[in-house]
C-alpha cells in the first residue's frame, strides 16, 4: 500500500467499471465550474485500490496539481483518530466510559446548566450530572461550538475567544474555559455537535502523560505508518500543501481562504486539536480506514481492538433513534436522517428513511473543508473524498458520492 494506485480490475472486485467512471465525470464538472479547486478520491475494497481520481488544483493561485502526496486540512476528520486514541486507553483499564470526566480535569466538576438570560447575563442551574467520557464520545456533553450561531452560548464560546482561526491558550487552558461557561444542556440528554472531541484529546494527555501530538504518533501514526499526519505541515514539504478556499456570495466560485504558503499550518499550534487539527494525506487517511475496515489493525499492527471497534461503530443514541430523533438541527459533518451516532463515527441506521443509496452499518465523518470518508463493513468497502472548500454544507458532494459509488456495485 505504498503507491496510491489501481490495484485491481473494478470488474474483478464487484465493480462495473464504466458506471464507476460517472464519479469522475460529475466531480469535474464542480472543478471545471470553479466551484471546487480540485479533488483527490479513493475508493478500494476488501484490501485493494478499485478507483482512483486527482482533477484540478491544490493551488489555484500557483497553478499548482492535486498530486497523490498533497497535504490537507483534514478539520474533524481528527475526530475518529482522537476517539480511537481515548479508546485504546479504555482498552487498557485507565477508565469506565460513565466515568465523570472531572476526575482528570476538575474544572468540569458541578457544571452549570443555561437556564435563561442572554450571553452578558446568564441565568443557569446546575446540570443533573457531571458529564461522562461516554458523553463526550457521543457529542451529548452539552458542550457546543462556536459557529452554531444558535444560541446564547455559542456567543458565550465567541466571547470567551473561540473561533475559526484560534483559540484561547494550549489545551488545558481551553477545557477550564469551557468547563467554566454553561451547557446547553443536561449531560446524555440531547446530542450536539461541539468541542466533546478537543476535551478527549486533553483526557487522552492527562491519562497518557504525553501530549496529544505525541501520544497519536506513538500510538496511532507511525505503528501503520501515517508519515505525513500531525498537527502542522512537517518542514521543508510546503509545496505540497493546498490552499483552502471558501464559494464567493455571489458567484460560489471557489475563492481564497488560506493561502498554502502562508497558512498557521505551517507552524505548530498552541494547542493540539484533537477535534480539528490535523493535516494529513490520502495515502495516510487510507491507511486509517484500511485498519478501521480489517477489524482494527495494518501490516500485522493493531491500534485498536475488533470488538472494541465493533462497539465503537454501532448506535449509541438511547433506544436505537436517529440523529433527527434526538440532535439539534445544526450543522455538522453528517446528515441527520436515518443516521445515528457511535463512539467518534456517525453510522448509518435506516438507508430509507436517510433518502440516501447507503448501508446499513455504514460508518463515516467528514470534515469543514468537504472532505469526507465512510467505511462499509458489509460491502467491505472504503471511500475517501479530499478537496479544500470550507464549509463543506456548500455542495451535496457527500450524497452524491454515495449514490455514484453505490450505484456501480455488481
Same mark, same amino acid.
Request: aromatic content about 10%; hydrophobic content about 35%.
Given at each position: ?208 502523560? &504525553?501530549?496529544? @501530538? !505525541? ?6 501514526? #507511525? $505503528? ?5 499526519? %500531525?498537527?502542522? /505541515? ?21 475563492? &481564497?481562504?488560506? @493561502? !498554502? ?6 507552524? #505548530? $499550534? ?5 477535534? %480539528?487539527?490535523? /493535516? ?131
Amino acid at each position: 500500500m505504498t503507491a496510491l494506485e489501481v490495484e485491481v480490475d473494478p470488474g474483478e472486485a464487484g465493480f462495473d467499471a464504466k458506471r464507476l467512471g460517472r464519479l469522475s465525470t460529475h466531480l469535474n464538472k464542480y472543478v471545471d465550474k470553479g466551484l471546487l479547486p480540485g479533488v483527490n478520491v479513493l475508493v478500494s475494497r476488501g484490501e485493494e485500490i478499485v478507483y482512483r481520481h486527482m482533477y484540478g488544483a491544490r493551488d489555484m493561485e500557483r497553478a499548482l496539481p492535486v498530486e497523490a502526496d498533497t497535504i490537507y486540512r483534514f478539520y474533524s476528520m481528527t475526530k475518529p483518530i482522537t476517539s480511537i486514541a481515548i479508546m485504546q486507553l479504555y482498552e487498557q483499564g485507565l477508565f469506565q466510559l460513565k466515568d465523570p470526566i472531572s476526575r482528570w480535569i476538575p474544572s468540569f466538576a458541578g457544571s452549570q446548566v443555561f437556564a435563561g438570560g442572554d450571553a452578558l447575563q446568564p441565568q443557569t442551574r446546575d446540570a443533573t450530572r457531571d458529564i461522562s467520557v461516554h458523553d463526550l464520545l457521543t457529542h451529548t456533553s452539552g458542550l457546543t461550538y462556536h459557529f452554531h450561531m444558535a444560541h446564547h452560548v455559542d456567543e458565550m464560546y465567541r466571547r470567551a475567544g473561540f473561533d475559526w482561526t484560534k483559540s484561547p491558550g494550549d489545551l488545558e487552558s481551553q477545557c477550564d474555559i469551557l468547563a467554566s461557561l454553561p451547557l446547553l444542556f443536561d449531560p446524555g440528554s440531547e446530542w450536539n455537535y461541539s468541542y466533546s472531541t478537543d476535551v478527549l484529546g486533553r483526557l487522552v494527555e492527562v491519562m497518557s502523560g &504525553l501530549s496529544l @501530538d !505525541a501520544y497519536l504518533k506513538k500510538n496511532i501514526f #507511525e $505503528p501503520i505508518g501515517m508519515v505525513d499526519t %500531525g498537527f502542522s /505541515v512537517p518542514g521543508g514539504q510546503e509545496e505540497r500543501f493546498a490552499s483552502c478556499y471558501y464559494p464567493d456570495g455571489e458567484t460560489q466560485q471557489a475563492t &481564497l481562504l488560506d @493561502d !498554502a504558503q502562508r497558512s498557521r499550518y505551517l507552524r #505548530e $499550534p498552541e494547542a493540539f486539536s484533537g477535534g %480539528g487539527g490535523l /493535516v494529513s494525506t490520502l495515502g495516510d487517511y487510507h491507511r486509517f480506514t484500511q485498519a478501521l475496515r480489517s477489524g482494527g489493525a495494518l501490516n500485522g499492527k493493531r491500534i485498536i481492538g475488533r470488538k472494541t471497534l465493533e462497539f465503537m461503530t454501532s448506535n449509541h443514541l438511547p433506544g436505537g433513534v436517529d440523529l433527527t430523533e434526538y440532535g439539534r438541527p445544526l450543522f455538522s459533518e453528517t446528515a441527520y436522517d436515518g443516521v445515528g451516532f457511535g463512539l467518534g463515527f456517525s453510522v448509518v441506521v435506516d438507508p430509507a428513511k436517510a433518502k440516501v443509496l447507503s448501508q446499513q452499518g455504514e460508518y463515516a465523518w467528514g470534515g469543514a473543508a468537504s472532505t469526507a470518508f465512510w467505511v462499509d463493513p458489509v460491502e467491505d468497502l472504503t471511500v475517501i473524498f479530499l478537496t479544500q472548500l470550507l464549509p463543506s454544507s456548500t455542495h451535496p458532494i457527500r450524497p452524491e458520492m454515495k449514490a455514484l459509488v453505490y450505484q456501480a456495485l455488481l
